[in-house]
């Protein structure tokens, strides 16, 4: 299969759950509302929260589909090909599609950020994990990728310090918190090596 009509198919999955969606809120929720168990909080009229939210699900549903499509089919193609994960590019346009159908949608940040960081794109990649962490403030995983991209790519230890002790802050398990603790400690002393190499 070639990589347009790969790419042709992946749409038109979207849009054919999108249009599938659409249908079944039509259809259903003034059936939902008939039966009683679709009502406002005033019982009078559909509640607007609970369209919503189905709809929030289905955006949910559509994200993870497209995800597998695109990860578990595509990219493992590219990869059989001998292509290098974190050079895809032309991954990002579904990646961004997923995020926006699912802003909580991590992994589709931490990849994304991986494929933008490992062709040098460090602006676009700063911003697009900054829209991860904006959407998920408590996630450790897509601080540490924002600390990375500074110490690692960047080579610039000190404005990863924030990131990094942030996403210590997040982290939950030990096994984490221990890793991320390496880090800021080594971050830390790249700091204080260069400010005693400046002065010294």
């Excluded at 790969?6 to 079944?24: E, I, P, R, Y």
Aim: hydrophobic share 40%; proline share 4%.
């Amino acid at each position: 299969m070639t990589r347009a009509k790969s790419a042709f198919n992946c749409w038109a999955l979207f849009a054919v759950l999108l249009c599938t969606g659409g249908l079944l809120d039509a259809t259903l929720t003034p059936m939902g509302v008939a039966e009683g168990y679709m009502v406002s909080s005033n019982g009078k009229t559909p509640s607007l929260e609970s369209v919503a939210h189905a709809a929030g699900e289905f955006r949910i549903v559509a994200a993870n589909l497209l995800w597998m499509k695109v990860i578990d089919h595509y990219h493992h193609q590219y990869l059989a090909k001998g292509g290098a994960w974190n050079k895809n590019t032309s991954l990002m346009p579904y990646l961004r599609i997923i995020v926006w159908l699912d802003p909580h949608f991590i992994e589709a940040y931490q990849v994304g950020g991986s494929i933008l960081a490992g062709t040098n794109r460090y602006k676009e990649c700063d911003e697009f994990l900054g829209e991860g962490t904006r959407n998920n403030i408590d996630s450790w995983q897509i601080y540490y990728d924002r600390a990375m991209l500074r110490a690692w790519y960047e080579k610039e230890p000190g404005p990863a310090i924030p990131f990094a002790h942030h996403a210590l802050e997040c982290a939950t398990d030990s096994f984490t918190r221990h890793r991320i603790s390496k880090l800021c400690t080594t971050l830390d002393d790249a700091v204080r090596n260069k400010q005693l190499a400046r002065h010294g």
